[in-house]
């Protein structure tokens, strides 16, 4: 049974750090994408960073600030996050695909952990 646990959400100052970590079990990294995505009150969901085998891909919107990083001793993936803004605010998601691939698309992720959430004061 595949099981994904992220931890780390909190409030923070805007301009602050978290660090986020997905624990995963069941599933092996090598056959595996890992993907953060968020939602916030009223939007849709949407992805913030993937990787898969040391290749990895950010959002636009958190390139330069936000740095997805996997420890696979420890079948964990971690989403380190810089220069938080409020906008950031949102219930945080990691999830699994079991493909090497790197896709920011929710639709095509097979596991989802119960989110976590970040909240940025201004």
């Known amino acids: 049974e595949v099981q994904l646990v992220e931890s780390g959400g909190g409030l923070v100052q805007a301009g602050g750090s978290l660090r986020l970590s997905c624990a995963a079990s069941g599933l092996n990294f090598d056959d595996y994408a890992i993907g953060w995505f968020r939602q916030a009150p009223g939007k849709e969901r949407e992805g913030v960073s993937c990787?898969?085998?040391?290749?990895?891909y950010s959002a636009d919107s958190v390139k330069g600030r936000f740095t997805i990083s996997s420890d696979n001793d420890k079948n964990t993936v971690y989403l380190e996050m810089n220069s938080l803004k409020p906008e950031d605010t949102a219930v945080y998601y990691c999830?699994?695909?079991?493909?090497?691939?790197?896709?920011?698309?929710?639709?095509?992720?097979?596991?989802w952990g119960q989110g976590t959430q970040v909240t940025v004061s201004s």
């Open positions: 990787i898969t085998n040391s290749r990895s």
């Open positions: 999830a699994g695909l079991g493909r090497d691939v790197l896709t920011l698309l929710p639709s095509l992720y097979d596991y």
